[in-house]
């Protein structure tokens, strides 16, 4: 990473069997590479411990970090580690990938607060198959239909969504502040009444470019309206 030869924009490590001790070298070629944008270390085991090496680099204000986009799915995160991560990643990055980790209160309250800040750089956040929901999630949706921010590209997909999450969701939606071009809840188990009701909220809505539910009870038209598949007619030609 450090060498004159090798000046790399993106670094794709996934499945490299990287541990919290090789994160200590890692560290430290990322925070001398001043070309680095996008880092992919999904499929690893970083831990708390290496999410702390790259909590230095990014917050280390003396050789500013040039990273945009990092990948750290599946990597056996913790709600703390995740929290850690993001109290610093959310005020410098641009893109964020935490699926497949452990999403809970500590994490999602702290994205809460770093919303709520002028420093709030994130545009792209992946939440997906993390667990997260409930009171906590809610609370982070309100935030992002409240508070003018960057975020895009919201990725809820493969979590277990409960109704005051979907009525979160809508408001988002329906909020003038907010910033949502992308959308993802596919498999997050949406009801029928669900799918009614963000229905009626897409017609209002004329900023969101794609939204994705996949693997629930529903279908678009060409007007992008959802239905439910229990509502929809099907006819037979002989």
């Not at 590209?153 to 809508?170: E, F, H």
């Not at 071009?181 to 209002?204: A, G, M």
Request: charge should be positive; glycine fraction near 4%; proline fraction near 1%.
């Amino acid at each position: 990473l450090t060498s004159h030869s090798q000046n790399p924009a993106k670094l794709l490590l996934s499945g490299n069997r990287i541990d919290s001790t090789s994160m200590k070298e890692l560290s430290s070629g990322i925070r001398e590479c001043k070309s680095l944008r996008h880092l992919n270390l999904s499929n690893n085991k970083i831990g708390k411990e290496g999410i702390l090496r790259l909590v230095e680099v990014l917050s280390d204000g003396t050789t500013p970090c040039a990273l945009e986009v990092l990948n750290v799915s599946n990597n056996s995160l913790d709600d703390t580690a995740c929290a850690l991560l993001c109290k610093t990643a959310s005020t410098c990055l641009k893109e964020l990938n935490l699926s497949k980790n452990d999403v809970a209160r500590d994490t999602l309250t702290e994205l809460s607060h770093q919303i709520k800040t002028s420093t709030f750089s994130l545009e792209t956040l992946n939440l997906s198959w993390t667990g997260c929901g409930g009171r906590d999630l809610t609370l982070f949706l309100k935030s992002i239909a409240k508070i003018s921010n960057t975020l895009s590209d919201l990725n809820l997909s493969w979590n277990s969504l409960s109704k005051s999450n979907t009525r979160a969701i809508r408001n988002v939606l329906l909020s003038e502040k907010n910033s949502l071009r992308h959308l993802n809840l596919s498999y997050t188990q949406l009801s029928r009444d669900e799918i009614r009701k963000l229905s009626k909220v897409l017609t209002k809505n004329k900023r969101l470019m794609g939204l994705h539910v996949e693997g629930t009870t529903s279908l678009f038209d060409t007007k992008l309206k959802i239905h439910s598949l229990f509502d929809r007619k099907l006819t037979t030609h002989s």
